[in-house]
């Protein structure tokens, strides 16, 4: 399927590209492009100065640069920022990046020619995935310098599984190298088209962990035999907030029913704080969810190019400012990571309240003959390791100090570096979290003589049943462990309610 940019594009947009589906123009996308395109070739025949038209870049901004040398200064540009490092970007990271690359020329204020725009959407198309190092960013400039390394025939990038040079790579599906014209070269790496791509990549991810995260405490607090009143709709509602009330109403959901919940009334007077504020940290999450996909929102719907063009092509207007700095983007991605390091941390102490056998009333370690079988106890090490890691990742990006091209850039708000940080702490998430519905699922295996599941809680069990079995120190336990985080990060967690056929 091919998304078609008219106005601006969404998040889940940008997520789709970067998981495969192909990106296009509307007419009217294409006619701004071409106006603006037109705006710059006026700007160079009249030799009005604009940054990085006709000017060098950076501190650079005051140096002329004459027309003969002006395609020149675009590729230079190019070459002299593509000095990132280290790993390189998975496919639908870069391919997130490209989208909102072209959502940003869309707009019609970068001035970069039509010819630029098809070559992106192309490498999209044929998934010709430039090679895109992932360290190196304070801003925005040396990932986005990668990828038009490839449109200039430089650089390399993966075709059919298979890496070789970008010269090779346009030719193997059907382009050839562009000559970039005046102000391309600074278009190309400029804007929050990395950060933006990125964290639209990461609100996925997100939506669908949080998903998994709600129904796997679920299924723990049904082993658990936890105090449905906690999460009563009148008692919840006396903390207003769209987050709590969604996860409370899918506890209620999920937990309808339950023989284990009603043998468990009024066992205890109230559960542990990991167990009775589960609406409160997950709900918490999912309000700062939507404040982070309203800002994507909102960085997809802008012009982050610097300088802008507009006006006409006989009355050109470039306007230099700093919309290709993005403080809201790095405290929302800064504020996701804290959420998500927190609900893991939640159910890396729920999957010890599983094994422990001081609180779990179960199996220690919920292995079938404790002693000479260890069960889930190193387990729950891995999982508080990668709790721990997370705790380290959540610290602030946005804060991070840092000055650059000789004072001129004196402030950056770490964008990248906050979305790159917020991918990574969703890759323990899962790992975590997998942990926790493997120690549940086991858990149940032990309560089968005393009550039912919930309808809801049984579907959840059923799904990790279905692809691992029962534990019994037989096999190494890393297996499962990623079998179970490709599921939650593939796959949608199973209905509340059976649905009908």
């Known amino acids: ?20 589906e192909a990106l296009s123009l509307s007419d009217a996308a294409w006619e701004r492009v071409a106006k603006a395109s037109r705006i710059v070739e006026r700007i160079v025949e009249t030799g009005v100065r604009a940054y990085g038209i006709n000017t060098g870049v950076g501190a650079l901004s005051d140096t002329v640069v004459d027309r003969d040398s002006q395609s020149r200064l675009s590729r230079n540009i190019i070459l002299s920022h593509a000095c990132g490092v280290g790993p390189l970007l998975p496919s639908r990271e870069v391919r997130s990046i490209i989208a909102a690359q072209i959502a940003n020329f869309s707009h019609g204020y970068s001035g970069v020619r039509p010819e630029i725009i098809r070559h992106l959407a192309a490498f999209l198309e044929h998934d010709c995935i430039p090679e895109v190092p992932s360290k190196g960013s304070a801003g925005y400039l040396t990932h986005n310098a990668h990828t038009a390394l490839v449109l200039i025939g430089e650089g390399r990038a993966v075709v059919k599984g298979k890496s070789m040079g970008g010269a090779e790579a346009l030719a193997s599906i059907g382009l050839s190298p562009l000559v970039l014209g005046a102000k391309e070269g600074l278009s190309l790496v400029n804007g929050t088209a990395c950060a933006t791509g990125l964290s639209a990549l990461a609100l996925s991810r997100a939506e669908r962990l949080m ?25 919840l509602s006396l903390r207003p907030s769209a987050g709590i009330a969604k996860v409370g109403r899918r506890l209620r959901s999920r937990l ?3 023989a284990l919940v009603a043998a468990a009334l009024g066992r205890r007077t109230q559960d542990a704080l990991s167990l009775r504020s589960v609406p409160h940290a997950h709900g918490a999450a999912w309000d700062v969810f939507d404040q982070t996909a309203r800002i994507v929102d909102q960085e997809l719907a802008s012009v982050t190019d610097n300088p802008a063009v507009s006006g006409t092509p006989e009355q050109p207007i470039v306007s230099s400012e700093a919309h290709a700095v993005a403080p809201a983007l790095g405290q929302a991605a800064d504020s996701l990571a804290i959420a998500i390091a927190q609900i893991s941390a939640m159910s890396e102490r729920r999957a010890d309240r599983l094994v422990n056998p001081l609180v779990s009333g179960l199996p220690p370690f919920l292995a079938s003959d404790a002693g000479s079988r260890s069960g889930f106890m190193i387990a729950q090490y891995t999982a508080a390791a990668l709790s721990n890691d997370n705790r380290r990742l959540a610290a602030p990006a946005s804060l991070d100090g840092g000055l650059t091209s000789g004072l001129q850039e004196d402030f950056l708000a770490h964008p990248t570096a906050a979305a790159t940080k917020l991918l990574a702490i969703l890759d323990n998430a899962e790992y975590i979290l997998a942990i926790e519905l493997m120690a549940a699922a086991q858990a149940h295996d032990f309560l089968v003589s005393q009550g039912a599941r919930a309808s809801g809680t049984e579907r959840v069990y059923a799904a990790v049943r279905s692809c691992v079995p029962i534990y019994g120190d037989d096999r190494p336990l890393n297996m499962d462990i990623e079998t179970l985080r490709a599921v939650i990060a593939t796959v949608a967690p199973p209905a509340e309610h059976e649905t009908g056929a």
Not at 1 to 20: E, F, K, N, P
Not at 215 to 234: H, R, S, Y
């Open 211 to 235: 998903d998994w995260a709600d129904a796997i405490a679920a299924l723990t607090l049904e082993a658990v035999g936890c105090q449905m009143a906690a999460f009563d709709e009148t008692v």
């Open 256 to 258: 309808q029913g339950s």
């Open 1 to 20: 399927m091919t998304i078609t940019i008219d106005q601006a594009l969404s998040w889940r947009d940008v997520a789709r590209v970067g998981g495969g």
